[in-house]
């Protein structure tokens, strides 16, 4: 990533390109156990994880898509693949709400139109950045 606050930042992302919601929801949890084990595990792109929709979901809870209760959850629901059990009580007592509570701190909701996917820089002007860039030696472009 570029720019203050992020420059330098990484990124994971998990792109939807849907027209309807369909089983976003159920994806959403898997991604946020996947971010979870990432962050857990020092991934080197895990600064920031983004979902990337072009489709809203979940509309009537939107507001808590981002807690650390839901990435809690989704940790629990997929608790055999990360701790090894299916015993709730257990992995319950493995889970580092902590890490949940960063996780969520993380995490982009981003959605966009395909209108939007037209909003590029012109050549030229990307031409003009990539210069003062390298010009900086703030790196390459």
């Known amino acids: 990533m570029r720019g203050e606050p992020y420059d330098h930042d990484a990124f994971c992302a998990e792109i939807k390109n849907y027209s309807q919601p369909g089983d976003q929801g159920v994806q959403y949890d898997a991604f946020l156990a996947k971010c ?6 020092g991934h080197h792109l895990s600064d920031h994880f983004m979902w990337i929709t ?3 979901f979940r ?3 939107w507001a808590t898509l981002q807690s650390s209760t839901l990435v809690e959850s989704a940790v629990l ?7 090894g059990t299916t015993d709730l009580d257990q992995a319950k007592g493995k889970l580092d709400r902590a890490l ?6 993380r995490l982009w909701l ?5 209108k939007q996917e037209t909003l590029v820089p012109l050549k030229d002007w990307e031409a ?13 472009w």
């Open 100 to 105: 949940a509570q960063s996780v969520a701190e």
């Open 36 to 41: 979870y084990v990432a962050a857990q595990a």
């Open 128 to 140: 003009i950045v990539a210069g003062e860039l390298t010009r900086r030696g703030d790196g390459s």
């Open 77 to 83: 629901q997929n608790c055999e693949r990360i701790f």
């Open 110 to 114: 981003i959605v966009l139109s395909d």
């Open 54 to 56: 072009w489709a809203p």
């Open 59 to 61: 509309a009537n809870s």
